[in-house]
């Protein structure tokens, strides 16, 4: 979990061993990512950019809880 502003927010950290990404990275859900950013696209605090420095992506809500293989086959798309 990361806490920002008040609010838990889940994270994972997966180990991927792909060609296109390797290590661990932690992800986290599209509402952090909301809460993050203002409707302009800026950081709404340095904190938020600290935080989100610190992500390596974000997946939706309801995916974070999915297999890490799941998730792994997920971001591998996303970056693809």
């Given at each position: 979990m990361l806490?920002?502003e008040?609010?838990?927010y889940?994270?994972?950290?997966?180990?991927?061993?792909?060609?296109?990404?390797?290590?661990?990275h932690?992800?986290s859900v599209?509402s952090?990512d909301?809460?993050?950013?203002?409707?302009d696209?800026c950081?709404?605090?340095?904190?938020?950019?600290a935080?989100?420095e610190?992500?390596f992506?974000?997946?939706?809500d309801?995916?974070i809880?999915?297999?890490?293989?799941?998730?792994?086959?997920y971001?591998?798309?996303?970056?693809?």
């Amino acid at each position: 979990m990361l806490r920002f502003e008040g609010e838990d927010y889940p994270t994972r950290l997966i180990a991927f061993d792909l060609p296109e990404i390797s290590g661990k990275h932690l992800i986290s859900v599209d509402s952090l990512d909301v809460a993050l950013m203002t409707k302009d696209g800026c950081y709404v605090s340095e904190e938020a950019r600290a935080v989100d420095e610190k992500i390596f992506v974000y997946v939706p809500d309801k995916m974070i809880d999915a297999e890490e293989n799941t998730l792994i086959q997920y971001v591998k798309e996303m970056v693809a």
